[in-house]
C-alpha cells in the first residue's frame, strides 16, 4: 500500500510571479522536476500569461479566473499590482485547487512551489493539507532575507528620514558587510510602506516545509548555513537553473539578427547591454550612454525594450544625435536570446541592470559586468558583483559620459578587465561543476526529491 501512495504523489504544482525575472527561473525548475518524473501544472494569473512552448509541451496550464489584467497593472502600479493578486486570488485559487483534486483523483499533488511574492498560495495548501514550498528567486540568500527582514520591520517615515542623509548612505549596514544602508533592497515601483507590506508577507514562511533558492553554494556558503538556521526549514540551494534545465521562457520575442553581427566582431570586444524587463530609461541619461560607448571605441549590442523609453513606442522619440552616435558601432535590438548572446565569444562584459537571472548567467559565461541597478534586490547583487566577487564595475549617481566611457574600457581594454575575467570564468567553472552529477545543487536538487517521495 505505501508503494502504490509514493507513486501517486507525482504531480507538483508551481505558481510564477508573472514577470520575466520570475517566470524564467520557476519554468526551468518546473523543468528539472519534469525530468525526474513529476507531472507539471503551471498556475497563472490572466496576466503575462507563458505560452505552451515545445519546451514545456507536457506540462498542464490553468488560469485563475477573475485574476488580473494589463490594464490593472498600468493602472494600479507594480507593487499595488502584487499585493492586490495576492488579495484577490486567494479564493479562486482554492477553488483551482479544489477542482485539480477532484479531476486528477489518482494523481495526487506532491506539494505547491510558489513563488515567495505569491504567498496567497499558503492559504490554499494548508486548506488541502498540501505541503507548501516557496521557491525564492532573490539571491545571497542570507543577505537578501536578512534585508528584507529588516525592512520588513522598518518605520517607514523615519527611515526614509534616515535615507536623506548622505553619510547614513554610505555606512555598512550592521551584520551585513558589504552592504551599505544605500544598497537596501527598496523599490522604485511604489513607496515604501507597499514594499514593507510585500516583505512581510514574503518572510513569513512559518507554514512551508522548505524553501528552494537558485543559487548555488560557491557562491554563498557561509551565508547558506545562516540561513538554513534562520529559517528553521531545509532551505534547498539548486542553480544555476539555467544551466540544469535550459528551456525557453521569453515573454517577449527575441530577435536572432544579433548573433550574426557578434559574429563579424573580434574577441572579447563587445558591450553587450540589456537592463531587464521592467527598468525604464529617461532621454537624457540615454544619450549619456550613447554617448560614453561612442567614445569608448568599442562595439556594442544594445537591447531596448519597446516601452521603456517613457512617452514613446519605442526609439523614435530618441534625438537624431542619438541614431547617429549608435550607427556607427552599435547594433540595437528590442529583445535578444540572452544566454546566446552572453556565450558568444565576441562578447567581452555585460551592462546590467543585475537581477539575479542576468547575474547568474553573465557569472555562468564568464563575462564580467558593469552594473547599474535600478530597484530592490538588484542592489544587493550589484555589491557583491563589484566587492564581493569582484567581477563587475558598479556605476552609482547621475550617469555621465566619461563614466561610461571609462567603465567600458575598463572591461574591456584595460588589464583590470582581463583580471576581472578570469576570476568570473573560475566561478563559471564553480557553478558548472555544482550543476552537473555529484555537484551541490545536483545533489540538493535530489534531495528535495526525496524529501517529496519518502513518506
Known sequence: KKEENQVKKRRIVLV????????????????????????????????NRVSSSKDFSDFHFLTIPDSLTDSDLKSLGALPFM????????????????????KQGDDDIACI??????????????????????????????????????????????????????????????????????????????????????????????????????????????SLAQLQRKLQVPVYPIGPLHIAASASSSLL????????WLDKQKPSSVIYISLGSLALLQTKDMLEMAWGLSNSNQPFLWVIRPGSVPGSEWTESLPE??????????????????IEVLRHPAVGGFWS??????????????????CKPFTGDQRVNARYVESVWRIGVLLEGELDKGTVESSVKRLTVDDEGAEMRKRAFDLKEKLEASARSGGSSCSSLDDFVNSLTTP
Open 253 to 260: 520575442e527575441e530577435d536572432r539578427s544579433c548573433i550574426e
Open 83 to 102: 499585493l492586490k493578486i495576492n488579495q484577490v486570488c486567494e479564493e479562486s485559487f482554492k477553488h483551482c485547487l479544489s477542482q485539480l483534486l477532484q
Open 113 to 222: 512551489v510558489y513563488d515567495e511574492y505569491m504567498y496567497f498560495s499558503q492559504a490554499a495548501a494548508m486548506a488541502f493539507q498540501i505541503p507548501s514550498v516557496v521557491f525564492s528567486t532573490l539571491p545571497l540568500s542570507h543577505a537578501a532575507f536578512v534585508c528584507r527582514s529588516v525592512l520588513s520591520k522598518v518605520n517607514a517615515e523615519s527611515f526614509l528620514l534616515d535615507m536623506k542623509d548622505p553619510e547614513t548612505q554610505e555606512q555598512v549596514f550592521p551584520g551585513l558587510d558589504p552592504l551599505r544602508y544605500k544598497d537596501l533592497p527598496t523599490s522604485a515601483f511604489g513607496p515604501l510602506e507597499s514594499i514593507i507590506k510585500l516583505y512581510c508577507n514574503a518572510v513569513n514562511i512559518q507554514t512551508s516545509s522548505a524553501v528552494i533558492i537558485n543559487s548555488a553554494s560557491c557562491l554563498e556558503s557561509s
Open 321 to 338: 544625435e542619438f541614431n547617429k552616435l549608435v550607427s556607427e558601432r552599435g547594433y540595437i535590438v528590442k529583445w535578444a536570446p540572452q
Open 16 to 47: 510564477p510571479v508573472p514577470a520575466q525575472g520570475h517566470v524564467t527561473p520557476i519554468m526551468q525548475l518546473g523543468k528539472a522536476l519534469h525530468s525526474k518524473g513529476f507531472s507539471i501544472t503551471v498556475v497563472q494569473t490572466q496576466y
Open 353 to 370: 541592470h543585475c537581477g539575479w537571472n542576468s547575474t547568474l548567467e553573465s557569472i555562468g559565461e564568464g563575462v564580467p559586468m558593469i
